[in-house]
């Protein structure tokens, strides 16, 4: 036998702060109670429609259960049980079947392990798994559990913010919903100790998965009563198919939220619509119906282990003046979908890079080693090394050849010069030491074209130095010497000179 039940004017008048917006129903008719399968479902904590086998339900027991999703028909009949293999059951409060991510045609169940009546567990979590699909034809029950596998399980974080109470910091949540489009999960405070109910939104990818943010707040008071709070706590919620409307419960009352007059779900929060009493003792989860409309209910055994569970199906009578909102849309492109390439650039040049060939800290100090040769400047261009204002002072002394080593003697420009005389091809057309420039002036005669210009003036009597003296020896040295011996005087004359930009005495030391 049916019953019909309706809103009443009590009810309304119960809450004259809340809009009435345009339902799809204005009453519904009650099934008899249904009593699902014992022991198995003894206690139904979450409740939710499969999507792949649309004449079954999903549902799950309560704390210190199995974990463990159970399959039954309509008649509480259970044909299959499916075990998730690595999960515990701490708490598991509310089921929801949805998308597994957003607009997706694969569609998960999501299970909400987030009950803490102690408000003192810091891991709690929200499991989803692929929704199993049963084969074709006429379903014969499996009592063994089938093994599946986690597809995703989010570490959930309260926000803070709102509150210095444990059930503020950490509070116990059993209403777990997820849209049927975005795939956006959503849960609800449960509250049995009084105050205002939360609703949060997880994050549920990147480096904030799992986080939640609270949307809004709202304060539930119980047709049934307004001296005990446990009648306000809130048990379970639900989206409608088409993602338009949502559901959340109380222990005594079933409230429905209109999406298309506050698009907002923190917005939608604060504006229900009572839609009745509940007729269980201990109204634990609410799922709509595939209809869309129509609700589907389950109550605790009460009392505890003496009672027994209840399902009861709430079928809705239309109200001909609801309108259907049009169905949320998948956006294009859709956010979540990668962009595609676009085509490949040359890399923008890093502003920090240094060019060793500018850098004045990194340019080769010596142009005979330089790596690169073929981007110094043209070397008809180089300078006249002649005038080199103090070639003592190469950066690199050490790489400078030795002149003893000249690989090549016989081709010196300057045979007066040359490091090694013994090599000179031919000595005697060295020209007259008479006419030799000045060894004071010039720091290397032999590769000096014009020694007369070399911008170091000559140092003068009354300053002479230990190495001026030297020269000077070397200069008397030249002069004594004959035709032959003076190649090699002079060879060590002008070491001597070289030696002495270094502050080397080579001829005094002789």
């Known amino acids: 036998m049916k019953h019909k039940i309706f809103l009443t004017i009590a009810s309304l008048l119960a809450f004259p702060a809340i809009a009435q917006a345009e339902l799809p129903c204005t009453d519904y008719e009650i099934s008899e109670t249904v009593v699902p399968e014992q022991p198995v479902l003894n206690e139904i904590s979450g409740l939710a429609v499969s999507h792949a086998n649309p004449d079954y339900l999903w549902g799950h027991t309560d704390s210190g259960g199995e974990p463990e999703i159970y399959l039954f028909n309509r008649e509480g009949k259970v044909v299959r049980t499916y075990?998730?293999?690595?999960?515990?059951?701490?708490?598991?409060?509310?089921?929801?079947?949805?998308?597994c991510k957003a607009w997706s045609e694969d569609y998960c169940i999501y299970i909400g392990d987030t009950g803490d009546n102690l408000f003192k567990r810091v891991q709690k979590r929200i499991h989803s798994v692929?929704?199993?699909k049963l084969p074709a034809g006429e379903i014969e029950p499996i009592a063994e559990p089938i093994t599946i596998s986690l597809n995703q399980s989010w570490r959930i974080q309260y926000p803070g913010g709102i509150g210095n109470e444990a059930k503020d910091i950490n509070p116990d949540c059993e209403s777990l919903m997820v849209h049927p489009?975005?795939?956006d999960i959503y849960i609800v405070s449960k509250q049995s100790e009084g105050g205002a109910q939360y609703l949060f939104k997880m994050t549920r990818g990147g480096e904030e998965a799992g986080h939640l943010t609270s949307l809004a707040s709202y304060q539930f008071t119980s047709l049934a009563g307004k001296l005990k709070s446990l009648f306000n706590a809130t048990t379970s919620a639900d989206f409608?198919?088409?993602?338009s409307r949502f559901v959340v419960r109380t222990y005594a009352e079933i409230y429905e939220y209109d999406l298309a007059a506050y698009p907002d779900m923190g917005e939608a929060f604060k504006h229900p619509n009572v839609r009745f009493k509940s007729s269980e003792p201990q109204g634990e989860s609410v799922t709509y119906d595939i209809d869309g409309k129509s609700l589907i209910t389950t109550s605790e055994q009460f009392p505890v282990n003496i009672g027994v569970p209840m399902i009861h199906y709430y079928k809705c009578v239309e109200n001909p003046a609801y309108t259907a909102p049009a169905l949320q849309e998948k956006p294009d492109p859709f956010p979540d979908t990668e962009p595609e390439p676009g085509p490949e650039t040359e890399p923008e040049p890093d502003p920090d890079a240094v060019d060793p060939g500018t850098d004045p800290d990194m340019t080769d100090p010596d142009p005979g080693t330089d790596p690169d040769p073929g981007t110094d400047p043209d070397p008809?261009?180089?300078p006249d090394p002649g005038t080199d204002p103090d070639p003592g002072t190469d950066p690199?002394?050490?790489?400078?050849p030795d002149p003893g080593t000249d690989p090549d003697p016989g081709t010196d420009p300057d045979p007066g010069s040359d490091p090694d005389p013994g090599t000179d091809p031919d000595p005697g057309t060295d020209p007259d030491p008479g006419t030799d420039?000045?060894?004071g002036t010039d720091p290397d005669p032999g590769t000096d074209p014009e020694p007369g210009t070399d911008p170091e003036p000559?140092?003068?009597?009354?300053?002479q130095t230990p190495s001026n003296q030297s020269s000077d020896s070397c200069s008397a040295m030249i002069g004594r010497s004959g035709r032959y011996e003076f190649a090699a005087v002079g060879g060590m004359c002008l070491l001597a000179l070289y030696l002495r930009r270094r502050r080397a005495v080579f001829c005094k030391a002789k």
């Open 437 to 439: 420039p000045e060894p």
């Open 130 to 132: 692929v929704e199993p």
């Open 396 to 400: 690199d002394p050490g790489t400078d």
């Open 181 to 183: 489009q975005t795939a």
């Open 380 to 382: 008809g261009t180089d």
């Open 83 to 99: 075990r998730i293999e690595n999960v515990t059951n701490y708490d598991w409060e509310d089921i929801s079947v949805a998308p």
């Open 240 to 243: 409608s198919p088409d993602g």
């Open 458 to 463: 000559k140092a003068s009597e009354d300053s």
